[in-house]
DNA sequence: CGCTGAGCAAATGAATCCAATCTTGCGCAG
DNA sequence: CTGCGCAAGATTGGATTCATTTGCTCAGCG
């Protein structure tokens, strides 16, 4: 199950063993193994874990921060339905950091860190290869905060990682084609370019590879999933 | 006491009335009527605000995915104390955020955003004349992310807001000058370019503004905050 | 036949209670 | 006199329990 509780929540925490519902309830997420919108009803996750709720309702509010989760008062917990609005400004967002990001990386990249990138790019090729599209979303994301990690910005690796996160909702949202998530190629000349030290180059192909995502998902403007159902079947 | 809770943690979860302390300790923590390290035991907080341990640590979270204290398994929770390593990432992060989102304000600013950004220039003003530094740091930040709402991207405000927040315990822990709080001119000629819509301009100074209040702060190497105080004693 | 309102059930919000862990102070041995 | 070890106190971690809000159902009324 590709475990990736390693690390713990981004670094946060590491208090207590919330981390590890925490940690579960992500993976299912980006794996797209819950849909948006679903209700995490928080003694039914008690239950699953065999634990209280005051632990279910840590790890919810850790998710609500990365707004994977929506916390509604007294309505309970769901799994984000980003609208397109947040969904073009993630990207936008993505856009602005990451290529500053993989140029930093390029600049500073050692050999041993090319060799981490490339074996990210295996697991991510066989799972693709596969068929394990929620795999593939997860280690597409973990490929982009590598870099980030490569380029030694704590503080910006943890923003990459929150978008990815939310990235990873998105397209399981709106993605209009099956392969959006991150063509391999794509990876692999960013890795090349990162490996040549050539910050120009990591810069701008993964400028290009962030338009490629975005023109993947369908954010034409429309009705936020917001609207309620009443509004909808009256045809407003 | 400078209002602050009007829209929630930032804008996540609106849940119950632990909002209400979070709010507090921020204002707090960021007017710096709290001195970084401080210990925050829960009963005692929750003796303060007359309220039972389960929303203080509540609230406690939330800080610490904000970065603002610092939970330790069974030790409890301190305000954050960021290393220099970690105040250059910050800066440097707002670095590569802050002018891209200037740079979008000022293309879209419209007349009544202006006037918005020159009142919390007056507040600041008036903050610094009356020597509340506390206020100052906190209508600082403000001000930033009053810039980032006007470019319209909620997640980059939320990145910068979270940004500023650290700025402000990074200066209160590593400030060589005591005006280092965003000197008024850089804000007012940034809210001149915005006005102007002259976006190049607005990007470049808010550069500048951050390599100034970057210089403002000691951030060579050394032993990070995380010395025991033994260490420090030993004079090593 | 449709609408309104009271009542019921379920889920969250918050407080109290018990257990586990760490800190600190004291005592004793070397 | 100093250093190690142990026990008591304090503090956090987690579970259980009570209260409150919300949403739904169904009876009564227009």
Redesign the pocket.
Known sequence: MLKANEDRTSGV?T????GQIYDDLKSAILAHNIAPGT??????L?EVY?????????ALQALAHDRLVQ???????FVAKPSKREAREVFEARAIIEPKVAAMAAAIAKPSDIKVLRRHLDEEHKAIHDGRQGDAVMLSARFHEGIAEIAGQTILTEFVRSLCSRSALIISLYSRRTDTFCESHAHHALVDAIAANSELDASELMTSHLVDLLSGIDVSESAGPQRKLSEILRGV
Do not use: H, I
């Open positions: 925490v208090s207590g063993r919330w209700k995490l009803p928080e003694d039914e008690g065999s634990v209280s709720r005051t632990l279910v309702r840590a916390l509604e008062p007294n309505r309970g917990a």
